[in-house]
């Protein structure tokens, strides 16, 4: 099945810095990955997702990018808010409607 | 925006005891699923449903698990014989077609103990 890792498991940033998790995949024939967002306690929100026919996909302070050749893809946060602190999880679509999600990261952001 | 719907919020339970767990879904989606998630750990896979039948399952959805569609707008999960390593969250989830792109929308989830 589909293996998908991420890095890193925790992260600490100062509020205003930028924040990068990054995921690899094995299925060579995925070709769609969302990112979804897990405050405490609550349900995984998608945050934004990209698919394989474009590289760089940008929402205000969040951007996706994704190196199918390598099989890898990033989430980038720009000026992190208190608010942003979550646990995010990479997600790769297996077969139809499947997720097969990361180990997620726990991202906390510091006044 | 419309919402997935689970009940009840917290569920204890002994072990060995049946517990069935309920969602109600988007109200026009016609995919079904339940994933679930350890406390600390990623979210699993566990089943999907549509058209009244088991689409796919994941090898943790073994012979204690079933799941039904029992009227137009429930969907159920039941564990007949819960075992302590069954304790987590679980959610239900919904999307309107079936495709690797489409959009799942997950309940709140309902917590499993057992005791």
């Known amino acids: 099945g589909e293996n998908v890792e991420q890095h890193p498991s925790t992260l600490s940033v100062q509020e205003g810095d930028s924040a990068v998790i990054k995921c690899t995949y094995s299925?060579?024939?995925?070709?769609?990955f969302p990112w979804y967002k897990q405050e405490l306690g609550k349900r995984p929100q998608l945050i934004i997702d990209?698919?394989?026919?474009?590289g760089e996909k940008k929402d205000q302070r969040i951007a996706v990018t994704l190196n199918k050749t390598a099989k890898h893809f990033s989430l980038h946060i720009t000026e992190t808010q208190p608010e942003d602190s979550a646990v995010y999880f990479c997600?790769?679509?297996?077969?139809?409607?499947?997720?097969?999600f990361g180990t997620g990261t726990r991202l906390q952001v510091m006044l | 925006e419309p919402e997935v719907t689970q009940t009840p919020s917290h569920q204890v339970t002994q072990m060995g005891q049946e517990v069935i767990l309920r969602c109600v879904p988007i109200?026009?989606?016609?995919?079904f699923y339940w994933y679930r998630q350890i406390l600390g750990q990623k979210v699993e896979f566990l089943v999907s449903?549509?058209?009244?039948?088991?689409?796919?399952k994941s090898e943790i959805f073994d012979d204690q698990f079933s799941v039904e569609r029992p009227d137009g707008s429930n969907f159920t999960l039941k564990i007949r014989s819960t075992k302590l390593e069954d304790s987590a969250m679980y959610f239900c989830?919904?999307?309107?077609?079936?495709?690797?792109?489409?959009?799942?929308?997950f309940g709140s989830g309902t917590q499993l103990s057992v005791l």
């Open positions: 989830a919904s999307s309107l077609n079936r495709g690797r792109e489409e959009k799942l929308f």
């Open positions: 299925d060579s024939a995925s070709n769609y």
């Open positions: 990209i698919r394989s026919n474009v």
């Open positions: 997600v790769v679509t297996g077969t139809a409607s499947k997720l097969t």
């Open positions: 109200s026009n989606h016609l995919y």
């Open positions: 449903f549509y058209n009244n039948e088991i689409s796919e």
